[in-house]
């Protein structure tokens, strides 16, 4: 039986190859001058995703030690949304230091929709 073009779209969105193209086409960030653009991988993004790619299916968990204002934030938390709206049965939670930090990256992640 062939597939239906919703049943395609959802394959195509769960090929851990396909997520920088998803991010693009279907993510929006909020610049600091608070305008609302595509999610297009930086450099260190980019180099950040290709070591996670190959693990993203086994369960595997990262650690990031990092600089500020580098964006790998916005990376894990395109992931987390990404594979919570994608598969059933996943569930995430968003730790920080403190509340306002954690406020911080809830907000950023309701953007994302």
């Known amino acids: ?43 260190i993004q980019r180099r950040a995703w290709d070591r996670i790619a190959p693990c993203i299916d086994t369960g595997g968990r990262f650690l990031f030690l990092k600089a500020r204002q580098v964006k790998i934030s916005t990376l894990c938390e395109a992931i987390i949304y990404w594979r919570n709206t994608s598969w059933m049965d996943v569930s995430a939670s968003i730790i920080a ?17």
């Open 97 to 113: 230091n403190d509340d306002a930090t954690s406020d911080h990256l809830y907000t950023m992640f309701k953007t994302y929709h």
């Open 1 to 43: 039986m062939p597939m239906s073009e919703a049943e395609s779209l959802l394959r195509w969105m769960r090929e851990s190859s396909n997520f920088p193209e998803y991010c693009r086409k279907f993510m929006k960030i909020q610049t600091k001058d608070m305008r609302l653009v595509p999610l297009d991988f930086t450099g």
